[in-house]
Structures are given as structure tokens and as C-alpha cells.
């Protein structure tokens, strides 16, 4: 199994912000975000694990359909955040898992699904991370991914991987749609569905999730509206009268199986 040592910055960032996340109307909302439970198979899972799982949404929609289900994370203040939401959201079994997504502490081949929604552009390392999806899968099991991605057009993509830096430290990387197909198939994993969609956001509203500070929050608001075309057209940039902003990052989700 490989050792690979927590995000610090993932830690800090997702931390501090727990809360807000445990009540965010993007995270929890249906319908706001693409969703695994929409991808799972005619069948029952066994074990079930949801990695980066923040509050636990992704996991305690999955339940009903598992016998058991993890909700692994980084960050300790997101599990508990998920501890004091699985009762009320009707999946009190959820059992609570704190690790690194590149060191999955279970063993070969006993897992039936692994679910990650919105966390692996936070991942060091995706290819360590799915090396250890391939190996903790039993045959026939399944990867349902979802995730934020970047367009095909390079000046969109460099944009908006620095506005996404600069909004959120503990950013990584935003994939296109081919590298995470790719990257899942030299995984051994062969892909069998995908689908796109999108999550639509709003300025300020997302900085202040993120917690910036105000000053940089205001210099982020005009970056958006000063956004050079091609980052407006690919994300749908429109400032409105009242100051608000509104846009969106393109969505993928893939389903994947273990041979």
C-alpha cells in the first residue's frame, strides 16, 4: 500500500472552512452538482468508499445501495462536519475515515465502489490515486468520478487555473475531459460512461466560501469581469447590474470499471 503524506495545504484551506461547506447550497443542493448515485449500476455494493468527501453528500446518497460506506478525508474538521450531518441526512451507518486519497488504508480487492465528486483537482498526485482505486477494487468494481475540468482551449484553461489558485491555494489541477480518460485507462480501469455537465456559481458568493480576504476578494470580482474572451465564452462569464457575477466550470463525470 503507498504512504503518501496528508495535503497541509488541502488541510488548512478545507479546515478553516468546514462549515461553510457543511451548509453550502452548491454542495448539497440536488441538482446542483452532478451526481454519483445517477451512474450507479442495477445492483447492490458492498463496500463503498467516498474519497475527499468533505461533509459527506456524496456518501450519504450512495448509502441506501451499500451495505457499508466510508466517507474518507484529509481533513478532520470535514469528518466532522459529515459526523454531525449523517443522521439527519438519513445515512447515520456512514463510517468516518481520515487519510491521504493516495494511501487508501483497506485492502486489496474489498472495495465494490469508490465515489469522488468535486475533490480530485485538489489531488497531488491522480495517477497515485488511481493506481490505489485499481488496487483496492474488486473485479467488477466501480469508479464513479466527478469532477471540474478544464476546456480544450489553452488561454481558457491558463486562466482559469489561475483564478482558481488564486482563489483557493490547495488547488492543483483542473484535467480536460481526455486526460482523465486517459489517465483512468492507464489506470486498468476501462471507462464505460461518460457525461458532461456543468456547476454554475456566482460571485461573491464563491470567494466568500473560499474565505478571501476582501480586498483580494474585490481584485478577484474584477479579473472576472476583465476575463479575455475566450475564458468568457468557455465559462459563460456575465456580470450582472447588481455587482453580482455569474459563470460556471465545466463538469465531467466517468464511470469506470475494474476488469
Known amino acids: 500500500m503507498a504512504n503518501a503524506q496528508p495535503d497541509r495545504s488541502s488541510q488548512r484551506q478545507f479546515g478553516r472552512l468546514a462549515g ?10 440536488p441538482g446542483a452538482l452532478a451526481s454519483a448515485e445517477s451512474m450507479l449500476s442495477d445492483r447492490r455494493y458492498g463496500t463503498a468508499m467516498d474519497i475527499g468527501a468533505g461533509p459527506g453528500f456524496t456518501a450519504f446518497a450512495v448509502a441506501d445501495r451499500c451495505d457499508r460506506v466510508i466517507a474518507t478525508d484529509v481533513t478532520p474538521e470535514m469528518l466532522e462536519q459529515a459526523r454531525s450531518l449523517r443522521v439527519d441526512r438519513g445515512a447515520p451507518q456512514t463510517e468516518l475515515m481520515l487519510t491521504a486519497a ?21 489531488f497531488l498526485n491522480v495517477d497515485a490515486w488511481l493506481s490505489e482505486v485499481h488496487r483496492a477494487l474488486a473485479p467488477g468494481g466501480e469508479l464513479i468520478l466527478i469532477d471540474t475540468i478544464s476546456p480544450d482551449d489553452a488561454q481558457a484553461t491558463s486562466w482559469m487555473h489561475d483564478i482558481e489558485i488564486w482563489r483557493d491555494p490547495s488547488h492543483v489541477r483542473n484535467l480536460t475531459e481526455s486526460e482523465w480518460v486517459n489517465a483512468i485507462e492507464r489506470a486498468g480501469l476501462h471507462v464505460v460512461e461518460t457525461a458532461r455537465s456543468r456547476v454554475d456559481l456566482e460571485y461573491p458568493d464563491w470567494t466568500e466560501r473560499a474565505g478571501m480576504p476582501e480586498e483580494e476578494a474585490v ?5 472576472l469581469e476583465d476575463a479575455p474572451p475566450a475564458a468568457t465564452g468557455a465559462f459563460g462569464i456575465a456580470p450582472r447590474a447588481d455587482g453580482t457575477i455569474e459563470f460556471y466550470w465545466p463538469v465531467l463525470s466517468v464511470k469506470a470499471v475494474k476488469a
Open 102 to 122: 493516495e494511501s487508501l488504508p483497506c485492502r486489496d480487492g474489498s472495495l465494490d465502489l469508490v465515489t469522488c465528486r468535486t475533490a480530485a483537482h485538489h
Open 219 to 223: 481584485r478577484l470580482g474584477r479579473a
Open 20 to 29: 461553510a461547506y457543511g451548509a453550502s447550497r452548491t454542495h448539497a443542493r
